[in-house]
C-alpha cells in the first residue's frame, strides 16, 4: 500500500483531517497482502502455502465482485462523496484497480516460487510443450471420456445472440473459417469439472503426482467441437461480475421472494474485471469489450494463469507431511453427554470456548442436550452463513419433531451465502419450524442460542452466543471465542432479542448487552470516554480491543480522544485499519498489530480496565458503520473472574506478544515485522498448546 506522509504538524482539535485516515481500500489490500506473505512463507508446510495462495486469489476476487464493483456503480451514478481521508470516487476507484492488479501480478509471481518446490517434493505440472506423444494420446482418450460430453459450443454472430458468462467464469474465445467466413465461438470451461487433470504413472513413466491444467486439455482438444472447419484459435479469458445484493425497500414484502429475483438479477451483474491471455489478438479483445460493453480499465491482459482460487483442490491434496500437522482440541462435553450434566453445569458456572483450540463439537453437544433433554421446550437461534452440511439443521428438526417449540432466523441476505440460506431454510419450514428471514434493510449478524427448560424451580434459560458462525467447518479453521451461560439478565435480554428478530418490538435498552443497532453505538462511545475519564483522574485506564476492521470514522474518533486522554490502547486488527496509530497529539497512544496466521483471526473481544473494575465483551460486531448502524449485532459482558481472567492475562496477552505472525501499523500506513529479542513467539501456536494442556489436564 503506497505510504502516505503524515504531517506531524497536524491540529490535534481537527480530528476530521483526512490526513489522521487510512483509506479503508487499499487498507484491506495490504491485509490480502499479509494472507499473500504467508504463502511465501517458508516456516508454513508447502501445501499450507498453496492454501494461502488460493485464499489470496478468492479474497482477491470478492474485492472485485463486491468494493470495486460498488465504487463503479458510485461513478456511473455520479456520486462522488469524499472518503474519510479525502479521495473521491474517481480517485478511489484508480487507486483500488491498480493496487489489486499489482496483487494479480504478485499471485502469479507467488505461484511461479511454489511451483518448483512442489515438484521436487514429487508434485508436477506439465505444459502442452512438454507433453510427450504419449500424454497427448492419454490427454485425447481422456478428453472425448471425461470432458467433451461436459462442453457447449455457443456461436456468437448476427443469428447468434452473445451468450452469458457467469461471474469468475473461465472461458475460451474460439476463432474459426465457417462457410469461407471468420466467425466467432464460446467454448466454457466447466467448473464441474477439477482444474488438475491427474497423469497415471503409467503414462509418464515418472513416479509422484503429475497434472495438466484443464484448460490446456480443452484447447489442444477443441477441434473436436467444431468438425469440418479450421479453428484458428482459442483464446482463455475470465469475467468477474458485481455480486453486490441490493434489496429495493419498495418491493421488499417477501423478503424469500425479493433475496431470490436479487440473485437472479446479479447472474447479469456488471463486468467489475475481464481478465484475458496476454497473447489474445486485438480483434478478438475488442470483440469481447464491445460485447461486454467495458472500457480498457477493466480489462486486464494476464500473461500466467487465471483463477488462483482452484488452487484449493491441491490443498487438498493427501500430503500429511505436506500440511499443518493434527492438534488436539479441548472440549467441555462428551458427544453423549448426559444433558443433565450440562444444564446442571451451566446453571452455576458460565463456560467458555475458543475455537478452533477448543472443539465446536462442544456447541453441539449444547444443542444435543437440548434436543434430546424432555424438560426442554423450546430453542431459538441465528443462523447467518450454515455450511453445506450442517449438523445443527439436522438437530432442529430433530427437536421439532420431537415437539419442541423452534424458531430459527435464517439471514437470507448472508453475502455469498444467500442461496445455500434459501436452501436451509424451506429445509426448516418443511419440517414446521418457526422460520423468520430477518428485514430488509438490516442483517442479523448476531450468534445466538436460546434454550427454554422447565426445572422444578420454574422456567430457566440458556443461551450460547458468539463472534462466529454456527458452521462446524469454519470452526476448524477461524478462531472465534463462544460464551455459555444462565446469567439472568443475559439470557432475558437474548429472548427479547429474538422477540424484537421475530415479532414487533421497540426494545431500545438492555440490561447487559450492547445490541445494534439500537445502543451499540453510543454505549462502546461512552465506555471508550469513562477510559478517558479515568486517566485523567488518575485511576487505572487500559483498552484492548481484538477485532476484524477499524473503519468507522466517528469511532476512530472517539478513540483519538480517549488517546488525547492518556489513556493506552492496543488494537489487535486483522484486516482493515483505517485509524493512524502514533501521531503526536493524537494518536501516540494507540498501538496496532495485525496477525496472520495458520487460522484466520475472526474473534472480537473489547477489554476496558474502567479504574480496575475490569469490563470485557465478545461479540459479532467490528467498529464499521455497517456492524455499528445496519446490522443486528450483540456484544456480550464476560462476568465470570476466572473467564474475564482467561481472556485478558491468557488470549489478550498472547496476541500482544506475537513476534511471528504480527505485524505493525505506524503512522505511515506501513506493517512492519516487530523486533524480536530471542525466539519468535508465535501465539497461535502458544494456544494450541495451552489448549492441549488444559484438554490433557480435564
Same mark, same amino acid.
Given at each position: ?43 508454513? +508446510? ?132 465457417? =462457410? ?14 477439477? %482444474? ?11 513416479? &509422484? ?6 484448460? #490446456? ?30 434489496? @429495493? ?92 450434566? *450440562? ?35 423450546? *430453542?431459538?437461534?441465528?443462523?447467518? %452463513?450454515?455450511?453445506?452440511?450442517? +449438523? ?12 419442541? @417449540? ?25 419440517? =414446521? ?105 488518575? %485511576? ?41 496509530? =502514533? ?28 479504574? &480496575? ?23 456480550? +459482558?464476560?462476568?465470570? +473472574? ?23 501499523? #505506524? ?26 494442556? %488444559?484438554?490433557?489436564?480435564?
Amino acid at each position: 500500500m503506497p505510504a502516505r506522509q503524515v504531517d506531524t504538524r497536524i491540529d490535534p482539535d481537527d480530528l476530521k483531517n483526512p490526513a489522521l485516515y487510512i483509506n479503508r481500500e487499499l487498507s484491506w489490500l495490504a491485509f490480502n497482502g499479509r494472507v499473500l506473505s504467508q504463502a511465501r512463507d517458508t516456516a508454513h +508446510p508447502l501445501l499450507e502455502r498453496v492454501k494461502f495462495l488460493a485464499i489470496t486469489a478468492s479474497n482477491l476476487d470478492e474485492f472485485f465482485m463486491v468494493r470495486v464493483s460498488t465504487t463503479q456503480k458510485k461513478l456511473r451514478e455520479g456520486i462522488d462523496d469524499l472518503t474519510p481521508d479525502g479521495w473521491n470516487t474517481e480517485q478511489q476507484l484508480e487507486a483500488m484497480r491498480t493496487r489489486a492488479r499489482a496483487m494479480l501480478a504478485e499471485e502469479s509471481a507467488c505461484w511461479s516460487e511454489l511451483r518448483p518446490l512442489l515438484a521436487a517434493e514429487g508434485i508436477t505440472f506439465v505444459e502442452p510443450e512438454a507433453w510427450s506423444p504419449g500424454v497427448r494420446e492419454y490427454l485425447a482418450g481422456y478428453f472425448s471420456r471425461e470432458i467433451c460430453p461436459v462442453l457447449t459450443p455457443l456461436a456468437f454472430d448476427p443469428g447468434h445472440p452473445f451468450p452469458f458468462m457467469s461471474n469468475r467464469s473461465k472461458n475460451f474465445a474460439v476463432v474459426v473459417r465457417h =462457410g469461407g467466413r471468420t466467425k466467432f465461438a464460446r467454448v466454457k470451461v466447466p467448473d464441474v469439472l477439477p %482444474r488438475f487433470v491427474s497423469l497415471p504413472e503409467t503414462v509418464t513413466g515418472v513416479p &509422484g503426482t503429475t497434472f495438466v491444467f484443464l484448460e #490446456d486439455v480443452i484447447r489442444a482438444n477443441i477441434r473436436e467441437l467444431f468438425p469440418g472447419t479450421e479453428v484458428r484459435g482459442a483464446h482463455l479469458f475470465r469475467v468477474v461480475r458485481d455480486t453486490d445484493l441490493e434489496i @429495493q425497500q419498495d418491493e421488499a414484502d417477501d423478503l424469500l421472494e425479493s433475496v431470490n429475483r436479487s440473485l437472479r438479477q446479479l447472474r447479469q451483474g456488471a463486468i467489475a474485471l475481464l481478465q484475458v491471455e496476454a497473447g489474445m489478438p486485438a480483434r478478438v479483445l475488442n470483440i469481447l469489450a464491445e460485447n461486454f460493453e467495458v472500457s480498457d480499465d477493466v480489462i486486464l491482459r494476464t500473461p500466467d494463469r487465471l483463477g488462483f482460487s482452484d488452487w484449493m483442490e491441491l490443498a487438498e491434496l493427501h500430503r500429511p507431511e505436506l500440511k499443518h500437522p493434527p492438534f488436539t482440541q479441548r472440549r467441555l462435553w462428551r458427544e453423549d453427554e448426559d444433558p443433565e450434566v *450440562i444444564f446442571d453445569q451451566l446453571r452455576y458456572q458460565d463456560q467458555l470456548v475458543h475455537h478452533p483450540y477448543d472443539s465446536f463439537e462442544s456447541v453441539e453437544a449444547f444443542l444435543r442436550a437440548a434436543v434430546t433433554d424432555p424438560h426442554v421446550v423450546a *430453542i431459538k437461534m441465528t443462523l447467518y %452463513r450454515i455450511g453445506a452440511d450442517s +449438523p445443527l439443521v439436522d438437530l432442529l428438526i430433530a427437536a421439532a419433531e420431537a415437539g419442541k @417449540q423452534v424458531a430459527v432466523l435464517v439471514e437470507l441476505k448472508a453475502r455469498f451465502d444467500e442461496r445455500n440460506n434459501i436452501i436451509w431454510a424451506r429445509r426448516l419450514e418443511s419440517h =414446521g419450524i418457526h422460520v423468520v428471514y430477518g428485514f430488509a434493510d438490516l442483517k442479523t449478524h448476531a450468534k445466538l442460542c436460546l434454550v427454554v427448560r422447565k426445572e422444578p424451580d420454574g422456567v430457566q434459560r440458556y443461551v450460547h452466543t458468539g463472534t462466529g458462525n454456527y458452521n462446524p467447518a469454519t470452526a476448524e479453521v477461524y478462531t472465534d471465542i463462544g460464551l455459555f451461560t444462565a446469567d439472568p439478565e443475559i439470557v432475558s435480554d437474548v429472548s427479547e432479542i429474538f422477540n424484537y428478530l421475530t415479532g414487533y418490538s421497540n426494545q431500545r435498552d438492555y440490561r447487559a448487552l450492547l445490541v445494534a443497532p439500537v445502543r451499540l453505538r453510543a454505549r462502546l462511545g461512552e465506555l471508550i470516554a469513562r477510559e478517558g475519564e479515568h486517566a485523567r483522574a488518575g %485511576r487505572p485506564a487500559r483498552m484492548v480491543f481484538k477485532l476484524n476492521a477499524v473503519t468507522d470514522d466517528q469511532m476512530i474518533r472517539v478513540l483519538y480522544r480517549a488517546s488525547q486522554a492518556g489513556v493506552p490502547i492496543d488494537l489487535i486488527v486483522r484486516g482493515i485499519c483505517s485509524l493512524r496509530p =502514533g501521531i503526536p497529539g493524537v494518536s501516540d497512544n494507540i498501538r496496532v498489530r495485525s496477525i496472520v496466521g495458520r487460522f484466520l483471526e475472526h474473534s472480537r473481544i473489547y477489554w476496558f480496565q474502567n479504574g &480496575g473494575q475490569d469490563e470485557l465483551y465478545i461479540g459479532s460486531a467490528d467498529l464499521m458503520e455497517r456492524n455499528l448502524d445496519r446490522r443486528v449485532e450483540t456484544l456480550t +459482558p464476560v462476568r465470570d +473472574p476466572e473467564l474475564l481472567a482467561h481472556l485478558r492475562d491468557v488470549v489478550l496477552h498472547t496476541y500482544l506478544n506475537d513476534t511471528d505472525r504480527a505485524t505493525i501499523l #505506524d503512522a505511515t500506513g506501513r506493517y512492519e515485522k516487530p523486533a524480536s529479542a530471542s525466539a519468535p513467539f508465535n501465539a497461535q501456536t502458544h494456544l494450541l498448546a495451552e489448549s492441549a494442556h %488444559r484438554a490433557s489436564e480435564a
